[in-house]
């Protein structure tokens, strides 16, 4: 049963799995954004769902803090082969456990410099995430598709436009996670290197 992370929570992948991962999936998730609807002269007046585009990206680091690579909707693959993007997703919407983005590791053809995995997710359009229902996201085996972790992001209740999720990161011979959460502006993952800096 996956692990409910909280902010600032760390875990051991290995030891949550029961096994030595080749494979994970970062995914994210959110539903579509409820707006009151006045109707035609007044009928059927009530909520309707807009479109939500928000952004899955992946900066990969060394243990130094410098930046190897990135992976989000305008390069979809790392250089190595090691990180892909599933693809631009304009509009959200889906179940409450329905990914709408994924971004999947291959943690055997990482090169041994890549020490740092950052997600964060951005709204492209520069709206808030205020009212942006079931956000999230989680942590999967991408060989067994079973999941090891999810974690709450909660944007309902914010007006920033951007969010630093998660941290993979190498310990000894263990790739270990924390969730970050930490709220921030930008239409772009290059807007938020500020943000991320001191969390590498």
């Known amino acids: 049963m996956a692990i409910d992370l909280q902010k600032g929570q760390r875990i051991s992948l290995q030891k ?3 096994r030595s991962l080749r494979r994970i999936v970062m995914g994210l998730g959110w539903g579509q954004r409820a707006v009151a609807s006045k109707g035609f002269l007044g009928f059927g007046s009530g909520e309707k769902k807009v479109d939500v585009d928000l952004d899955a990206s992946c900066l990969i680091f060394d243990a130094q803090g410098q930046l ?16 892909v993007h599933s693809g631009d ?5 889906g179940s409450a456990d329905t990914e709408n983005e994924r971004i999947t590791i291959d943690l055997t053809r990482l090169p041994d410099q890549a020490n740092q995995l950052l997600f964060t997710v951005n709204s492209y359009s520069g709206e808030s995430f205020s009212g942006i229902p079931n956000a999230f996201c989680r942590i999967l085996d991408a060989d067994q598709d079973s999941d090891i ?3 709450d992001l909660s944007l309902g209740g914010g007006d920033y436009t951007a969010l630093v999720m998660t941290k993979l990161y190498r310990h000894d011979d263990d790739w270990k996670v924390l969730a970050i959460g930490e709220h921030g502006h930008g239409r772009t993952v290059q807007d938020l290197l500020p943000l991320i800096k001191p969390h590498l």
Do not use: I
């Open 68 to 83: 190897l690579d990135q992976v989000w909707f305008r390069q979809l693959q790392s250089k190595d082969g090691a990180v």
């Open 16 to 18: 949550e799995a029961g």
């Open 89 to 93: 997703d304009r509009s959200g919407g």
């Open 149 to 151: 972790a999810r974690f």
